[in-house]
């Protein structure tokens, strides 16, 4: 295991939901883009980065039929899996480092939320992009912490971005639309996201 998954590993282990600060009871604004989408049930969804995030619940209540969602940590995967209970088994889970994730599939629309902006080497973000560019047919939905948003989280250093920042980087999609928002943490304190949906270019 290496250090960043051992980072990982030991706060979905010691710490709840209530004592990180990404949580969020209901992740309204990924939803309302996901729905924007008009995507059918059937459709192939992916939540990189998804930890023990809610987002599959409520994806799962509305009648999708095919998420699947992936994690660094195995112990976050696990966690979510106790919270759904019966219903885990009609999800795909996936403990990778993102940078080492090898689909077998491709993905109507990826999902992240607040995973991506942990990496900060320009080659380590060319990896994503490059892995998002061979996964995704459709669309891509990321929130990321925004130019007025925190420097760091969990420790580790992140990188901000702006709604112009986010379409230069992923090049192969056309900005659908983006919003702010002020994420209040379980702790009552402010974090700025910038969300945006993207649609990919076709051939």
Known sequence: MNSKQQHWENIYQNKQPN??????????ISLDLIHSLGLPKSASIIDAGGGESRLVDFLLEEGFENITVLDISANAIERAKKRLGEKAAKVTWIVSDILEFQPDQTYDC????????????????????????????????????????PL??????????????????????????????NHTTPFNTQQNFIFCSFEKHQP
């Open 19 to 28: 004592e990180v600060s990404w949580t969020q009871e209901v992740p309204q």
């Open 110 to 149: 990826w999902h992240d939320r607040a995973a991506f902006h942990f990496l900060t080497a320009p080659e380590d973000i060319r990896k994503y992009v490059e892995l998002v560019n061979r996964s995704v047919n459709k669309y891509l939905v990321i929130g990321t912490f925004s130019t007025d948003g």
């Open 152 to 181: 760091k989280c969990s420790g580790l250093e992140i990188t901000q971005y702006s709604e112009n920042s986010l379409s230069n980087i992923f090049q192969s999609f056309t900005q659908l639309g983006c919003q702010t928002e």
